[in-house]
Nanobody, 123 residues
Framework: QVQVVESGGGLVQAGGSLRLSCAAS????????MGWYRQAPGNQRELVAA???????DYADSVKGRFTISRHNAENTVYLQMSSLKPEDTAVYYC?????????????????WGQGTQVTVPS
């Protein structure tokens, strides 16, 4: 199995910054992609920022220029640096990892989610 653990959430005033971390561990062949999603109350979970399998980055329009995703491949860790935070950034932030494993005798790529970390930006 693969474990995904996020950290770094909290309460920050509008205009402030936070850095989220996500670490993947367990039994897998390789990490294919890592990314951040968020879900605000009453809303669907949405992409915030992610690395694609090709290594490029993908950002939601609402966070472009304010958030930066980075990673430390050797440590299977991904970060989300959030700046100029706004009240509308308030949500639970989830890390999603797609990892390849041998399941039985089959090569499989599966998605794993962390438990989420709360980010609150009061209005």
């Amino acid at each position: 199995q693969v474990q995904v653990v996020e950290s770094g959430g909290g309460l920050v005033q509008a205009g402030g910054s936070l850095r989220l971390s996500c670490a993947a561990s367990g039994r897998f062949l390789e990490i294919n992609t890592m990314g951040w999603y968020r879900q605000a109350p009453g809303n669907q979970r949405e992409l915030v920022a992610a690395f694609t399998e090709g290594g490029s980055t993908d950002y939601a329009d609402s966070v472009k220029g304010r958030f930066t995703i980075s990673r430390h491949n050797a440590e299977n860790t991904v970060y989300l640096q959030m700046s100029s935070l706004k009240p509308e950034d308030t949500a639970v932030y989830y890390c999603k990892v797609r990892a390849s494993r041998i399941v039985g005798s089959v090569y499989a790529i599966e998605a794993y989610w962390g438990q989420g970390t709360q980010v609150t930006v009061p209005s």
